[in-house]
């Protein structure tokens, strides 16, 4: 079955500990995208990726980092958490990058900070 | 720049009306526009998108979004209600000059009463 699957699906963490969401496709796209959801506010992207060591800003990209080494793969680094950054986390696929793209996503990480 | 604005954060309809969302773009440029649905504990799926083809869009599940230009807007239509239409709905747009983003909307959750 074409998925995006996201580890772990709920956490609850601590200030300051690091922690790592993983993100894999198993459709050979080539473009990923980290989003988090919040009330109110929508969808805010974090990273994106057009392709294997190609990373880019979203909009919230302060205290995250991501990287790309795999096509399949797209893992989000929080190495410092802190409760503002509780929230539910989404990864995205899509074949393409660009403006037609449409997007398949996981199911979500709920991350809790305290 | 390009940002999305959605009208009602909470949406109340009876099974069998008419379902209207409401969605407004500000963009420099065409945009390509996008309606997502999330079901609750899920990620998000795409019900239509606009490519610059056809003003009138249809989507899964009986929806319909109509582009007007004029009026920078993208609403997302339903002739009649379903108990399974409930749910969150996102209006995304994305833009030749932001390659790798998409812009979401802060969602309107769809409540359907019997």
């Known amino acids: 079955e074409a998925q995006v699957t996201q580890n772990p699906r709920y956490l609850i963490t601590v200030t300051g500990k690091k922690l790592t969401v993983t993100c894999s496709q198993n459709m050979n796209h080539e473009y990923m995208s980290w989003y ?17 060591e190609v990373t880019d800003k979203g909009d919230v990209p302060e205290g995250y980092k991501v990287s790309r080494k795999e096509k399949r793969n797209f893992p989000l680094i929080l190495e410092s958490p802190s409760p503002n950054q509780t929230s ?24 809790t900070v305290l | 720049a390009q940002s999305v604005t959605q009208l009602g954060s ?25 309606w997502y649905v999330q079901y609750p504990n899920q990620g998000l799926q795409l019900l239509l998108k606009y490519t610059s083809a056809a003003t009138l869009v249809k989507g899964i599940n009986g929806f319909e979004a109509e582009f007007k230009k004029s009026e920078t807007s993208f609403h997302l239509t339903k002739p009649s209600a379903h108990m399974s239409d409930a749910a969150e709905y996102f ?20 409540v359907v009463t019997p």
Request: charged letters at 10%.
């Open chain 2, 91 to 110: 209006c995304a747009v994305s833009e030749s000059d932001s390659w790798g983003k998409l812009q979401f909307g802060a969602g309107t959750q769809v």
């Open chain 1, 88 to 111: 539910l986390y989404f990864c995205a696929s899509s074949l393409l990058g660009g403006m037609a793209n449409v997007l398949t996503f996981g199911a979500g990480s709920r991350l």
């Open chain 2, 10 to 34: 909470h949406v109340s309809v009876s099974e069998g009306a008419l379902v209207l969302l409401r969605c407004n773009y500000s963009s420099s440029v065409p945009p390509y526009l996008f």
């Open chain 1, 36 to 52: 988090r959801q919040d009330p109110g506010l929508g969808l805010r992207q974090i990273y994106y990726s057009m392709n294997v």
